[in-house]
């Protein structure tokens, strides 16, 4: 009774504090400004959907964005699934996650992720990919696994938000070109060997995928933990 009542008390100072929160600092959408939403209808409506998937190395058209057969040797990946295009208001709403942030966009953004992720096994194992210590220190949470955290709830797969880990920090991705990219994230990753991935498919979430270097490398650990298929699943394609 006392746990009950305490729970009640909480979430009664946590309405209150949002209430006033809400007063001083109004819901707005970051995209077009309309008010009691960060992430309005309307913007969500010109989100660029991928029609078609890719394979991630020679862009060809796959199923699903499976590895094509002429890739196939050069990843550890069974494929790539991505929901949508980098573009306009999708950027700028991942903008405002990442580099503003406003967390709770990760509402939003699980909002229309989530249910390209129900085509794949519930039984599968859901990751993210991990933030350096760096970027982890400066944002103060890591994008990916505050989003993948509720695909996991939508879903009911089992979410192992620490499978993987940066080893060392090294230069960021975005300062580089695509063969630096593989060179730069070689053995920057460990899995965690106390999790069994024996005869299990997992799936890598990640808000962004450009060359595809990082869910390589990630893909390339889980694979020796005995893990059968490893997919990448990414909100957005970037150019």
């Not at 949508?84 to 939003?108: G, N, R, S, T, W």
Request: overall charge positive.
């Amino acid at each position: 009774m006392q746990g009950q009542f305490y729970t009640k008390i909480m979430d009664l100072k946590q309405n209150i504090k949002d209430f006033f929160l809400d007063i001083l600092f109004p819901k707005k959408c970051v995209v077009c400004g309309k008010l009691d939403t960060l992430f309005c209808e309307k913007c969500r409506s010109k989100i660029v959907f991928l029609k078609t998937q890719n394979c991630p190395y020679c862009l060809k058209i796959t199923t699903r964005g499976r590895v094509c057969p002429s890739c196939k040797g050069k990843s550890a990946l069974t494929g790539v699934y991505v929901v949508a295009h980098f573009e306009e208001p999708l950027k700028e709403v991942i903008h405002q996650y990442k580099y503003e942030f406003i967390k709770a966009l990760k509402d939003d953004l699980s909002d229309i992720t989530w249910p390209y992720l129900e085509d794949f096994p519930k039984n599968a194992v859901l990751t993210c990919v991990p933030s350096s210590s760096k970027r982890l220190a400066w944002r103060g949470y890591n994008q990916a696994e505050e989003i993948a955290r509720i695909l996991a709830q939508n879903t009911g797969m089992r979410f192992y938000p620490n499978l993987i880990k940066r080893t060392e920090y090294k230069i960021p991705q975005t300062q580089l070109r695509r063969k630096e990219r593989f060179e730069n994230v070689k053995n920057a990753f460990k899995v965690n060997k106390k999790i069994d991935l024996s005869g299990k498919q997992v799936v890598i979430f990640d808000d962004l995928v450009t060359s595809g270097a990082t869910l390589d490398a990630c893909a390339r650990e889980i694979r020796k933990m005995g893990a059968t298929r490893v997919w990448g699943f990414v909100l957005a394609r970037n150019k």
